[in-house]
């Protein structure tokens, strides 16, 4: 027979009601709270599912749906950094409201993750899913007929797809490095802009409209998001004796550029500046530190979940809502 509610609060020597505040998130004293939850550890307590939600008004609690999904698209698999961040800011704010992320990710064989969804998605208790990436159209709708409560993190909301998404302000962060680099007397960059179908690819392909014909000269490589790759695409060019100033590219592949610069002897800023996307925690610790396009991705992944409990209660932003993260440039030493 279960631990019931009674014996937890008898042990932690509080009131009933407050030990259900500590389970609800109501402001409690600090030091009670520590007890009341110690003891519920002690006694491996386990609310009832059923009783809450029948004592519950809220339809999120009511529906007894207290996990979600956190699927990570094949293109998230070589940005671990940037959504390693997106996935504290979802854990933060799924605490908040009671509910458990449980993480999947999306394999390029297509079949295989149906098949890791269709498990995924039998759970019991499964409010919503968010999708954190870049996603097909017909992947959504599939997964949309299972459950329709999805929002979408970081990537465009594809056309035809109704469903909410949260995205950073992609284009708007490459007008700024653009916009820097020009400041910085740069003539002849090269761009590293990942895969060519990507939405960040097609961002910088928007940003740079704006600024190309101030540059002399813009030199536009498609990778994918690896940090070998930029490394071999840069020392190709320098061995071809290609002139270029500057690199701009995602964090991970001006991570790679530097490497190439280092090992061809060129020196950073002198003679090549390099301006990254995303400002991963370890920008500001390279040698030299490296000047980025800052993202708050904690707040990404926080403002998801928001959208997805706004779903789930009232079936609010059911349509295609973009809710962009301010970008902001950080100067480091590379410029």
Known sequence: MGVSIVEVARRAKVSRMTVTRVMRNDPVREETRK???????????????????????????????????????????????????????????AAEFGLCALQVHWLEDVKDSWLRMQAVLSIGGLCGVILAGQFRAGEIRSIQKVNPNIVIVDSPVPPGVKVPGVESDNIGGCRLAFKHLLQCKVKNPVVLAGPKEHYFSKAIAGALCDYRRQFESVRIFNTDYSMESARKRINRLVEEKVGFDAVFGNDTLCVGAMRALAEHGMQIPLQVKVVGFDDIPACQYLSPSLTSVHIDKQSLGGEAVKMLVALVRDGKMSGSVKLPIKAVLKKRETT
């Open 35 to 93: 007890r009341v939850l110690e003891s519920m550890r002690e006694l491996s307590y386990v609310p009832s599912l059923a009783a809450r939600a029948m004592r519950s008004h809220d339809t999120l609690r009511s529906s007894r749906a207290t996990c979600f999904a956190l699927v990570f698209g094949v293109d998230t698999q070589k940005a671990d950094e940037f959504f390693c961040e997106v996935t504290r800011g979802v854990e933060k704010q």
